[in-house]
C-alpha cells in the first residue's frame, strides 16, 4: 500500500521555465511533507518542507503548495536551471511516530540547456 | 559541520558472508534511520533508533538482518549470512526529535552480494 505516490517517474524542463513535481499522498494523518533532491552516487539531500498547518512555503527559487483537500502537494522550482537536473522525493511524516518518513519513488527531472 | 558518514561507500561479497555497515550521525542528532533504496521497492525504512533505543524495526525484512547503536555517535547494520538479493544502496539519516525536524543523509552504501 503506497502512502505517497509520485505518479509521473520523469519530467523534462527547458532552462528558465517552471518545473512543477508533484505528490499524492493517501494518510490522512501526516502533517509534515518534504521534498529532497538526489543526484547520482550522493544522499538525498533535504530541500523544503511544510507543516499541514500552512498552504504554501517558499524558500528561492523553491516552492512547495498543499491542499490538505486534495491530498496533494507540488514542488515549484522557478526558474529552473541544469543543475537542479536529478531525482526528487516526496516524503511524509506522521507526528505520532516521531521523524519516521515514508517516501515516494522519485521523480526524474532533467533540465534541458 | 561533519553531515552523517557511512562506511564502506562500496562492499562486493561473496554470497553467505557476513557484512557491517557502519554510520555516524550528526553530533548533537538523537534520531537514527536505515533505509534500504532498490529500483522495485525504492527507499523504504529498515528500522529507526530514538536516543539509541530501537523504536520501530518492522521495516528489517528477516532475522539475517540486525542493527545496534551502542552510542550516541556510531551505529551499525549487519546482514548475516548475506544473499544476492540483499545488493541495494544503504542509507543511514539521522535527525533532531521532535518538531518539524527533516532528516539528514548520509552518502550510502553500495552493496554488492555475488
Known amino acids: 500500500d503506497q502512502q505517497v505516490k509520485q505518479n509521473s517517474p520523469s519530467l523534462s524542463v527547458q532552462e528558465g521555465r517552471i518545473s512543477i513535481l508533484n505528490c499524492d499522498y493517501t494518510n490522512s494523518m501526516f502533517d509534515y511533507f518534504l521534498w529532497y533532491k538526489k543526484y547520482p552516487a550522493e544522499g538525498p539531500t533535504f530541500l523544503i518542507s511544510i507543516s499541514s498547518i500552512k498552504d504554501k512555503n517558499e524558500d528561492g527559487r523553491f516552492t512547495v503548495f498543499l491542499n490538505k483537500s486534495a491530498k496533494h502537494l507540488s514542488l515549484h522550482i522557478v526558474p529552473s536551471q541544469p543543475g537542479d537536473s536529478a531525482v526528487y522525493f516526496c516524503?511524509?511524516?506522521?507526528?505520532?511516530?516521531?521523524?519516521?518518513?515514508?517516501f515516494g519513488a522519485g521523480t526524474i527531472l532533467r533540465v534541458k540547456s | 559541520d561533519a553531515g552523517v558518514i557511512q562506511s564502506p561507500r562500496h562492499e562486493v561479497t561473496e554470497m553467505g558472508q557476513e557484512v557491517t555497515l557502519r554510520c555516524k550521525p550528526i553530533s548533537g542528532h538523537n534520531s537514527l534511520f536505515w533505509y534500504r533504496q532498490t529500483m522495485m521497492r525504492g527507499l523504504e525504512l529498515l528500522i529507526y533508533f530514538n536516543n539509541n533505543v530501537p523504536i520501530d524495526d518492522s521495516g528489517m525484512p528477516e532475522d539475517r538482518f540486525s542493527a545496534k547503536m551502542p552510542n550516541a555517535s556510531f551505529s551499525t547494520l549487519k546482514i548475516q549470512p548475506s544473499e544476492p538479493r540483499d545488493s541495494a544502496v544503504y542509507f543511514c539519516a539521522s535527525s533532531i526529535t521532535g518538531g518539524l525536524q527533516p532528516q539528514h543523509f548520509g552518502d550510502g552504501t553500495r552493496l554488492s552480494i555475488l
Open positions: 516524503a511524509a511524516s506522521d507526528g505520532r511516530y516521531g521523524n519516521k518518513l515514508v
